[in-house]
């Protein structure tokens, strides 16, 4: 009762300030279902319409202000409108945008990728991390020979078939299944494809483990973001990628790391920072500078699959694969992200981490921080969680009153807590969401 009355005091606020927002929701739903054409970006009361981004900061159509603490689920690295990457980009298009033949742009953005993460000997481009999750599972599947696939609970793919399963799947799984059968996300999966799919918790090799000695013939791959991100930015404990690297090897099944995320953790993705090598690795977001795009690589005997001069090659097609403004933008967003920016990144993240911490201290709240570089998640547990069921709060309701009124204080993060940064921030901008943030706790923790 009273968490609603503060929710509701935050959406009379945000509705005030975001006025030309909710007329444009108004209008937007006429033509699309709920006036939404990307279910994560969505919140209620209606979510808003940007004008514009510039650097570290988004304005919306009411005027309104933001820095931007999501940075498009971690895509812009670099912030908004990046004068590098604009000037490569706008010189680029004049030469027309896509053609149904090579570029040497993708060789190009392709050599610092394979040059820079260890796992990838050879990779080839797509247009979505969804896109390259999905081949590489197929790439793990037709290299095998085997039908399934392990994932994590929380574990978020993108938004094929194979990977729709149990991603939020609540407390369901201490009810009705096993700890690994799969929890549908979604209506309109055939359950035929959930028959090849396990789930385990993530920091759990014990229980990957298990499946691989009861199913392990079945299995083709073990598919893992190796810092969960949508789940809450959930670190690997030490020794457990290690551990899925030996369980894969002694099973002859692929390891699959999913960087779409977590390779802006280093200039080598989180495999490097952690010091394990997957069989394969999907990414996105940062390669393409702003600009659609998923790309997969990996030992370059898989890869060799999609070779189109062998006969019974996998084929792997896409209109805009390797598109001149994706490979252009990919190749000025690698060339700011250097050690040196990975590095300031990291300072920056601590620096935003401490005065969380030190906030939700100071108010006593059952609150946690998680983070790992550039990338961080409030909680409201009181521990940091470990893995998806542990993220599971009785206090989950406060996000979305957290959410709100950090919009209404000029931070734009995620509804569900995430935030993280972007090379153009300055110190000053992390101090004033600290300040922004800190204020917010104190209003919450009156009714906590
Ligand atoms: C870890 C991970 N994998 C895959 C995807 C899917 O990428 P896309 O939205 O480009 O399809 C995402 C998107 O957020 C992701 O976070």
Redesign the pocket.
């Known amino acids: 009762m009273v968490l609603q009355t503060v929710l509701q005091e935050a959406e009379q606020e945000y509705c005030k300030r975001t006025e030309k927002s909710r007329k444009l929701y108004e209008v937007a739903q006429r033509v699309m279902p709920g006036g939404d054409t990307r279910t994560?970006a969505f919140f209620k009361p209606y979510p808003l319409t940007m004008d514009r981004g510039s650097g570290p900061r988004l304005y919306d159509v009411d005027g309104n202000k933001y820095s931007d603490f999501l940075n498009n689920?971690?895509a812009m690295i670099h912030g908004h409108a990046h004068p590098y990457i604009l000037r490569h980009v706008k010189t680029a298009l004049g030469l027309g945008t896509a053609y149904a033949a090579a570029i040497v742009e993708q060789s190009q953005l392709a050599a610092i990728l394979c040059k820079r993460i260890p796992g990838v000997e050879q990779v080839r481009f797509c247009n979505?991390?969804?896109?390259?999750?999905m081949f590489a599972l197929r790439a793990a599947r037709a290299f095998t020979g085997r039908p399934a696939i392990i994932k994590m609970e929380g574990g978020?793919?993108?938004?094929h078939d194979a990977v729709e399963f149990s991603i939020a799947p609540g407390n369901a799984r201490d009810k009705n299944h096993l700890a690994w059968a799969p929890i549908p996300d979604t209506r309109g999966v055939p359950e035929s494809v959930a028959r090849d799919v396990y789930i385990a918790p993530f920091n759990d090799a014990g229980a990957v483990e298990e499946i691989l000695q009861q199913k392990g013939e079945e299995i083709a791959a073990i598919l893992v973001?190796p810092v969960m991100?949508?789940a809450g930015v959930i670190p690997p404990q030490p020794g457990y990628l290690q551990e899925l690297r030996r369980l894969a090897d002694q099973y002859g099944i692929l390891l699959i790391f999913?960087e779409?995320?977590?390779y802006r953790l280093d200039t080598g993705g989180a495999q490097r920072r952690f010091g394990v090598t997957p069989d394969l690795t999907?990414i996105?977001?940062i390669i393409g500078g702003g600009f659609?795009?998923?790309a997969f690589g990996g030992r370059s005997d898989v890869m060799a699959l999609f070779d189109p001069r062998q006969s019974g090659c996998l084929s792997q097609s896409g209109t805009f694969n390797g598109n001149r403004a994706t490979m252009v933008a990919g190749i000025a967003s690698m060339e700011l992200l250097n050690e040196q920016a990975i590095t300031r990144l990291e300072e920056l993240g601590l620096r935003l981490e401490t005065g969380m911490v030190s906030a939700i201290r100071r108010y006593a709240l059952p609150a946690s921080v998680t983070r790992v570089g550039s990338m961080l998640n409030l909680h409201f547990t009181e521990h940091p969680p470990a893995d998806y069921t542990s993220t599971i709060s009785p206090h989950k309701g406060l996000s979305k009153v957290v959410h709100l009124e950090l919009l209404n204080r000029g931070i734009f993060t995620a509804p569900r807590g995430m935030w993280n940064l972007s090379t153009v921030m300055e110190e000053a901008d992390i101090d004033q969401a600290i300040d922004a943030f800190t204020d917010v706790m104190s209003k919450i923790s009156r009714f906590v």
């Open positions: 994560i689920y971690t979505s991390g969804t896109e390259a999750t978020y793919h993108g938004t973001e991100g949508v999913d779409v995320q977590t999907a996105g977001k659609p795009v998923g």
